[in-house]
């Protein structure tokens, strides 16, 4: 996610918690979240499924 999205879901949780937001400023954060959630998931799958285990005698599974 690049830095432009992740900015903009900042400024809209700080509003959230001031001033509040509309109806779709509500909608956009949604879409904002669920779409860095996403990118989040994947790379910690990619992440989890790349592990390989070894024991003591160097045996990997």
Do not use: P
């Not at 509309?22 to 994947?42: G, H, M, P, S, V």
């Amino acid at each position: 996610m690049d830095k432009e999205k992740i900015s903009r879901i900042n400024e809209l949780a700080k509003k959230s918690k001031t001033v509040g937001l509309t109806d779709a400023e509500r909608a956009e954060q949604k879409i904002l979240r669920d779409e860095y959630r996403a990118e989040f998931r994947n790379s910690l799958i990619a992440q989890l499924e790349s592990i390989s285990f070894t024991d003591a005698a160097g045996e990997g599974s």
